[in-house]
């Protein structure tokens, strides 16, 4: 390596340390390659009563780890009362595994928070998981399974009460891109949650781009109306001309404002968070 490289500082860690600066971080998950953290934003202030909670599952497709991705969300939805959690799982560049080691990790961080609660100040009745991309696929991964294959353990649902979906990948069937990162065809068929289809779900918000050439609108469209039929509250909102990135605040602040702003109304909505206080009922978000 070039003597220059060699001194250039590690930026990204850099970044990455002062984005979660207002967190603290926890490890939720000893497992065989190690920790995983997740990093809990709490509100300012006292209460006396339990907080909600909204955990963020990065995208990057179980590659990298991006904790920083929804710091920005967290960072809003503890101004807003919630305790905000970003969220790392197990990835390929750091721990040499794949999808199945993350939905592992995603179910047992809703049990460690529930587990949990009262250290954290948090309702574990009031939990809302978010999720970009593969994060999205993970959030879907806690709680579309039927009960039997989705089991408690120690008495303790990692099921949450509301999914928010960004660029949601809702497939990973033998013909679709993701399939050989599963040990096999069965497995990445067995956990595509376009075969988990079941009536009973929580309520969804989903966001998407037309234009997402990775994670195809029609696919999603198509998930939602599956789940319609099937009487589950999903409502998909469609971005025209928006690729797979176009809710992050460093790609589009006006798209971030939007989907955010839908977010905070849907929860409030389903009794997830509290009303804003000094302005006016908007009404349903869709």
């Keep these: 390596m070039s003597s220059i490289l060699q001194k250039v500082a590690p930026i990204g860690e850099a970044r990455e340390?002062?984005?979660?600066k207002d967190s603290a971080s926890y490890a939720y998950h000893?497992?065989?390659?190690?920790?995983?953290?997740?990093?809990?934003?709490?509100p300012e202030g006292v209460s006396t009563t339990p907080r909600p909670a909204v955990v963020f599952f990065h995208g990057g497709f179980w590659d990298t780890p991006m904790p920083t991705q929804f710091v920005p969300h967290c960072l809003h939805f503890a101004s807003r009362g919630a305790v905000a959690v970003a969220a790392e799982t197990r990835t390929a560049?750091?721990?040499?595994?794949?999808?199945?080691?993350?939905?592992?990790?995603?179910?047992?961080?809703?049990?460690?928070?529930?587990?949990?609660?009262?250290?954290?100040?948090?309702?574990?009745?009031?939990?809302t998981i978010g999720g970009a991309a593969g994060g999205a696929y993970l959030a879907l991964l806690t709680t579309m399974p039927k009960e039997k294959d989705?089991?408690?353990?120690?008495?303790?649902?990692?099921?949450?009460?509301?999914?928010?979906?960004f660029s949601a990948t809702v497939n990973t069937g033998p013909r679709s891109p993701h399939a050989a990162r599963f040990p096999d065809t069965k497995t990445a068929k067995r956990l595509s949650p376009t075969s988990l289809v079941r009536g009973k779900l929580p309520p969804m918000l989903v966001f998407h781009g037309r234009a997402d050439r990775i994670a195809p609108f029609d696919e999603v469209d198509k998930f939602r109306r599956r789940l319609?039929?099937?009487?589950?509250?999903?409502?998909l909102v469609d971005f025209e001309?928006?690729?797979?990135?176009?809710?992050?605040?460093?790609?589009?602040?006006?798209?971030?404002?939007?989907?955010?702003?839908?977010?905070?109304?849907?929860?409030?909505?389903?009794?997830?968070?509290?009303?804003e206080s000094g302005t006016p009922d908007e009404g349903p978000v869709l």
Excluded: Y
């Design 30 to 42: 000893s497992t065989p390659q190690g920790e995983i953290l997740a990093h809990v934003f709490q």
């Design 93 to 127: 560049s750091r721990h040499g595994t794949g999808p199945v080691e993350a939905i592992e990790d995603a179910r047992e961080l809703i049990r460690w928070i529930r587990l949990n609660a009262e250290t954290l100040n948090i309702d574990p009745a009031r939990i």
């Design 150 to 165: 989705l089991p408690t353990v120690e008495g303790v649902d990692c099921r949450p009460q509301a999914l928010v979906l």
């Design 17 to 20: 340390r002062e984005m979660l």
């Design 228 to 235: 319609r039929w099937r009487r589950n509250s999903i409502e």
């Design 241 to 275: 001309r928006a690729d797979h990135s176009f809710f992050n605040f460093n790609v589009s602040h006006l798209n971030f404002e939007l989907t955010i702003g839908a977010m905070d109304r849907f929860l409030v909505k389903h009794g997830l968070l509290g009303p």
